[in-house]
């Protein structure tokens, strides 16, 4: 079985070597002192298109005619979640949601990513289908620790490590590193030997050391421990040793499962002054019956990144623990 599966593992990465038309372009990149690509800047991944394929399309691409209608609709959407709250309107009824951010406050996207001239659906392209090759375990792994996260309040270390300001909620921090509902932005910086992304979204932080052996296993860290060389003008990146907290991924129907086993492989290569092909692959047999692998564009995009003061009048994880205190002893009527 190992076997088979390193060799599953190898023909992905020669076939994503292969694949990437977009790091074919002929560009030649800015360049830092020792000659090594420039990736520095300021990026986004903001997109309409998300990590899995949903169910409305059926293939990875679509044609720019229904991109543009897609868009449409979401500018629809945006317009009318921007009206002003009726201040007459009555009170929710009780039971119903009340609801949450208005649209001022989120930045999710107006377009599917265009990756080689095509509209994607997906950042997965391998599972072709688009979907998280879960085994049985792994999906009853993922799901059980989904449900505890989401209906578990006994105490703030069981609440998700986002709603305690540890990491980014999502997989914004990564690797890999997804688009979510807002905070997008991420900052590199960069010297021969240490490759920086600054996350936008909790202000987390990967350090990146180039060349480098990764730390003994007893040594997990938030992110993993992250390893950098250069494949031509591509950095490569091997993260391993994720801290069990950060596990499990929760971002509503795009959730997902990385156990502290996975080996997640990362390639950045410029393909433009404002573009960056990002390509990875997530080797988790604990959890997935197949390496997984995707395909994501990062735009130049202006600064600076703000603060991301998550802890600043955060009431949130109060408020839910003291509710379920509340519930146990019996709310009054």
Not at 25 to 42: C, F, K, N, V, W
Not at 81 to 100: I, Q
Not at 205 to 234: F, N, Y
Request: overall charge negative.
């Amino acid at each position: 079985m190992f076997k088979l599966r390193t060799s599953l593992l190898a023909a992905i990465l020669s076939a994503s070597a292969l694949s990437g038309c977009a790091t074919t372009s002929g560009y030649e990149p800015p360049r830092m002192a020792d000659g090594t690509p420039d990736l520095q800047g300021i990026w986004t991944n903001v997109s309409l298109t998300t990590l899995t394929r949903r169910p409305f399309f059926d293939s990875l691409t679509i044609t720019p005619e229904e991109a543009q209608r897609l868009a449409a609709r979401q500018a629809a959407r945006a317009e009318e979640d921007l009206k002003p709250t009726d201040p007459n309107a009555p009170p929710p009824e009780k039971g119903n949601n009340v609801g949450g951010y208005n649209n001022f406050w989120t930045d999710g996207g107006e377009t599917l990513a265009m990756i080689d001239g095509q509209y994607r659906t997906s950042w997965i392209v391998d599972p072709a289908d688009g979907q998280l090759p879960y085994s049985e375990a792994g999906r009853k792994r993922f799901e059980s620790e989904q449900n505890e996260a989401r209906n578990n309040y006994d105490g703030p270390e069981i609440r998700p490590m986002p709603e305690r300001c540890i990491i980014g909620f999502g997989s914004t921090g990564g690797p890999p590193m997804m688009n979510v509902l807002y905070n997008n932005n991420y900052q590199i910086v960069q010297t021969a030997d240490t490759v920086a992304i600054l996350v936008e979204m909790n202000h987390d932080a990967r350090i990146i050391r180039m060349k480098d052996q990764h730390r003994p296993e007893s040594m997990p860290q938030w992110l993993g421990d992250s390893v950098g060389h250069w494949d031509g003008d591509t950095l490569v990146i091997e993260t391993r040793n994720f801290n069990p907290g950060e596990s499990l991924r929760l971002y509503f129907d795009q959730s997902f499962y990385i156990s502290p086993e996975a080996v997640v492989t990362e390639r950045l290569t410029r393909i433009a002054d404002d573009e960056m092909f990002y390509e990875f692959i997530v080797d988790d047999p604990e959890i997935y019956t197949q390496p997984w692998r995707g395909e994501m564009i990062f735009k130049a995009t202006e600064g600076p990144i703000y603060e991301y003061a998550c802890h600043e009048g955060n009431y949130a994880l109060p408020n839910i623990l003291g509710g379920a205190r509340a519930e146990e002893k019996g709310s009054p009527k």
